[in-house]
Nanobody, 128 residues
Framework: VQLVESGGGLVQPGGSLTLSCAGS????????MSWVRQAPGKGLEWVSS????????YYGTSVAGRFTISKTSAGNTLYLQMNSLKPEDTAVYYC??????????????????????WGQGTQVTVSS
């Protein structure tokens, strides 16, 4: 089982990035797929989740209206479209899978042990 994130990098404030997460060894179908981030010196902050069928999407307060989570209908790829990026979005972004919805809004912190599967992360740096 593997989750591999890609698409991170350096971007100026106000810019956009799209992160991808490719899964192998299991199917996304029964899982809530999520993005979680960790800023330097801070804990794990939940960013967004999408329901197993894809009909429901959930966002943390700090990213709602700027980020969009999606996944391919047939395959095992998760995306996070990030717009209007701010310096405070700088973090390592992880994708994660769990059969339960861990957060459904607001500000929510999580643990790695809250999820069945976890990726290695991709760095996003927002700086001028």
């Amino acid at each position: 089982v593997q989750l591999v994130e890609s698409g991170g990098g350096l971007v100026q404030p106000g810019g956009s990035l799209t992160l991808s997460c490719a899964g192998s060894g299991f199917t996304f179908r029964p899982y809530y797929m999520s993005w979680v981030r960790q800023a330097p010196g801070k804990g794990l902050e939940w960013v967004s989740s999408i329901s197993p069928g894809g009909a429901s999407r959930y966002y943390g307060t700090s990213v709602a209206g700027r980020f969009t989570i999606s996944k391919t209908s047939a395959g095992n790829t998760l995306y996070l479209q990030m717009n209007s990026l701010k310096p405070e979005d700088t973090a390592v972004y992880y994708c994660a899978a769990d059969r339960r919805l861990r957060c459904d809004g607001g500000y929510c912190t999580v643990l790695r042990s809250d999820f069945n599967y976890w990726g290695q992360g991709t760095q996003v740096t927002v700086s001028s």
